[in-house]
């Protein structure tokens, strides 16, 4: 008996010195905080945040549940890799895709809602002049109204001001051309924002700059109306004009002008009669191929568009549309007319990709950056981007990267430029941002913002670019997502 009592003992002792020791807890989380792999923000529930001083408007959060400034204070590079899967839908962006056409008198604030809610986001305005030295006030209020409804729609136009409404209809002297150009700047150079271009009017039969009855169709007065344009509308603005042959002697004439190196990278085209014949109804001169091949060096990185007006059986057709605009490098299309014309493009069945081709599209292919850092490190972030559209944008726009969780937000602007992402290529693109030495430890998500240029639209997300991804866009703050799940740790 006192045998098995000594045995029993000598079990007892034994079996609890194998008994492995805990640590406290909050080291053993520390650890893991710091080895953790990113995970996808998928599978972490997301809460809707406050705006901030940095970030106005609401935006989705970062992960409901952030660690402690604690538990980030060992970090470990990681470097991440991802892949993005390309939109199922077809995307709408700012100044390019499908257009409607309405005029001034016919345009309320109301119109406006209607066309952004089915998903526009431009129209051709035309504004009919009256033939009187002192344009109306009532004129004025008119283009103000519609221009605050685009603000809050989401819509910029292709403006247009005429004084003929048909061909037999008549125009108006240069003198009071030019006054009216100069009556109108103030009110243009206001509303920039929400103007994408102009189309070079005012002359002639539909304002495009052929049968004058004042006898303006010629170079020297095409050229002094430009020229006003030019010079009192806004420096950065963009005017689209009727034909190449057009261009190419207007800036013949004024190539001895002020300032007249910049005026070639301001003038587009458009056409208003594309494929209705094999000129589309004298758009283009002998040699056809020539001009063509004259907007075709230029149309990528300049505003192009216009109309379809009659059916010609040779040339109106999927096959020549898809080339032409590609060619040329079309950003933008008259939805209603001619709706003989659109209705061939859908039975043959390259309507939806006309939709989605015109102007840019921008859709990310991968992206790479070291997601743990310190606070004052530089970050380095490379991407690829694929231009699927016909063009790329005209206007230059800030690409900004955005750092940002719950409770803070922190943007770095960059010097990358979307007018370089050509169609047809895969661009790659590197910047490295610098991390705040006063930046909150924690966890946060990485986005790129492409906003509108202007001030005013600035933090307005209808009018910042969406790229043409599943899974990446928050449409309330136009932030395009990259990565949730950077670990900033205290220095």
């Known amino acids: 008996m006192a045998l098995n009592k000594t045995l029993l003992l000598f079990f007892v002792l034994f079996s609890c010195s194998c008994i492995p020791v805990q640590g406290p807890r909050n080291s053993a989380r520390s650890q893991e905080a710091s080895e953790a792999t990113p995970s996808k923000s998928a599978s972490v529930p997301l809460a809707p945040i406050a705006p901030t001083a940095s970030m106005p408007g609401p935006i989705v959060a970062a992960p409901a549940i952030t660690p402690t400034p604690a538990t980030l204070s060992s970090p470990i590079t990681k470097t991440y890799t991802k892949s993005y899967l390309p939109s199922k839908t077809s995307i709408t962006n700012p100044e390019r895709g499908l257009y409607s056409q309405t005029t001034l008198s016919d345009t309320t604030p109301g119109k406006i809602k209607t066309l952004a809610g089915t998903g526009l986001t431009l129209m051709r305005l035309l504004v009919n002049l009256p033939r009187v030295t002192t344009l109306p006030s009532s004129l004025f209020n008119s283009l103000e109204n519609a221009f605050l409804a685009s603000r809050q729609y989401g819509i910029?136009?292709?403006?247009?001001?005429?004084?003929?409404?048909?061909?037999?209809?008549?125009?108006?002297?240069?003198?009071?051309?030019?006054?009216?150009?100069?009556?109108?700047?103030?009110?243009?150079?206001?509303?920039?924002?929400?103007?994408?271009?102009?189309?070079?009017?005012?002359?002639?039969?539909?304002?495009?700059?052929h049968s004058s009855t004042n006898d303006l169709s010629n170079t020297q007065d095409r050229a002094a109306v430009l020229h006003s344009m030019l010079t009192n509308f806004p420096q950065d603005s963009f005017i689209q004009i009727r034909t190449p042959m057009y261009k190419k002697d207007v800036l013949n004439y004024l190539a001895n002008f002020p300032d007249s190196e910049t005026f070639p990278r301001r003038i587009g085209h458009y056409n208003d009669c594309f494929l209705a014949s094999d000129s589309d109804y004298g758009t283009y001169a002998s040699p056809v191929s020539s001009w063509k091949d004259f907007i075709a060096k230029e149309g990528a990185t300049l505003p192009?568009?216009?109309?379809?007006?009659?059916?010609?059986?040779?040339?109106?057709?999927?096959?020549?549309?898809?080339?032409?605009?590609?060619?040329?490098?079309?950003?933008?299309?008259?939805?209603?007319?001619?709706?003989?014309?659109?209705?061939?493009?859908?039975?043959?069945?390259?309507?939806?990709?006309?939709?989605?081709?015109?102007?840019?599209q921008f859709q990310l292919g991968s992206m790479k950056l070291v997601t743990t850092a310190l606070a004052g490190d530089k970050m380095e972030l490379s991407l690829s981007v694929n231009s699927r559209g016909f063009a790329t944008t005209f206007k230059k726009r800030p690409l900004l990267v955005v750092l940002y969780n719950e409770t803070r937000s922190y943007k770095f602007s960059t010097s990358i430029d979307t007018r370089t992402w050509f169609p047809g290529k895969l661009t790659s693109q590197s910047t490295t941002i610098t991390i705040p030495k006063e930046v909150i430890p924690g966890i946060y998500r990485l986005g790129i913002m492409l906003p509108d240029p202007s001030e005013e639209l600035a933090s307005n997300s209808r009018f910042s670019i969406r790229f043409s991804n599943e899974g990446t866009w928050d449409g309330n703050s136009g932030i395009n997502i990259l990565f949730d799940g950077i670990e900033i740790f205290e220095k």
């Open 304 to 360: 192009v568009g216009g109309e379809t007006c009659r059916v010609y059986a040779p040339r109106t057709n999927c096959q020549t549309a898809l080339f032409e605009m590609a060619m040329l490098g079309w950003d933008q299309l008259h939805q209603d007319y001619n709706l003989d014309v659109i209705n061939i493009f859908k039975a043959q069945g390259c309507w939806n990709e006309i939709k989605d081709r015109l102007g840019y």
């Open 156 to 209: 910029k136009s292709i403006l247009r001001f005429r004084y003929s409404v048909s061909s037999s209809d008549g125009d108006a002297p240069l003198w009071m051309i030019e006054g009216h150009i100069e009556d109108l700047a103030p009110l243009m150079q206001k509303y920039a924002d929400v103007i994408s271009t102009f189309e070079a009017g005012f002359i002639g039969a539909w304002g495009e700059w």
